[in-house]
């Protein structure tokens, strides 16, 4: 049986992509060079805002930038996006309903993201969602994030579960891996932010239709084992 579900923030919970652009306009804006367009931030998320940064820089997937270079626009965009997060940001449809649905049932919750910690709380707070989370883990709260599963074995440590009885919602192939490489169950939302990979790739259990859907999802399969 799932005995805590583990969520994804970018992405899954949030569509946070407009803050992002917006920062990352301003950052090429203060360094003099040409902006990015919200789809192609949009595609440059899923492995931090270190990565994030660098890709805007290359204006690609994979290919490096000189890393002088990425700490100096890095510090420029940390400073701008301290002022956009949130500022853009929703909650996807069904989110509140399935994360209520969970506390309900007495599941605990916690989310998992590769967001800086100095960003995570507060984008939560502002945007209300941050009573549902026993466990928030940051992509600087342990010495490695997702794609490694170091994040989601820390969280459930934290909230005394074993992975094998825990579920993760995300929208990548980075919450696929790391969840899978520590133990635990994924399930995908078709919607977020896939560095361009198609939902079918990305190997997770089940695809589910939005958050309200996974805690259906879980709820019914909790249900089935105990009877």
Known sequence: MFRAALFDLDGTLLDTAADLAAAASRMHDA????????????????????????????GDMERRADPLEVQRALSVF????????????RIYP?????????????????????????FTGPLLEQLG?????????????VARAKPDPLPFTHACER???????????????????AAHAAGCKALCVPYGYREGRALESLGCDAIVADVLAAAEYILAANDTLGE
Do not use: W
Not at 78 to 89: I, K, P, Q, V
Not at 129 to 141: E, K
Not at 159 to 172: A, C, F, H, K, N
């Open 31 to 58: 360094l003099g060079l040409p902006r990015r367009s919200l789809e192609e931030v949009s595609r440059f998320v899923g492995r931090g805002i270190s990565r994030l940064v660098e890709r805007c820089l290359s």
């Open 78 to 89: 940390s400073g701008f996006y301290a002022e956009e997060s949130g500022r853009h940001s």
């Open 129 to 141: 969602l941050a009573r549902y989370f026993a466990v928030i883990v940051s992509g600087d709260t």
């Open 94 to 118: 069904g989110v509140v309903e399935g994360l209520q649905a969970l506390r309900e049932a007495g599941m605990p919750l916690g989310c998992v993201t590769n967001k800086a910690a100095r």
């Open 159 to 177: 909230l005394g579960v074993r992975p094998g009885e825990t579920v993760v919602i995300g929208d990548s192939a980075n919450d696929v891996i």
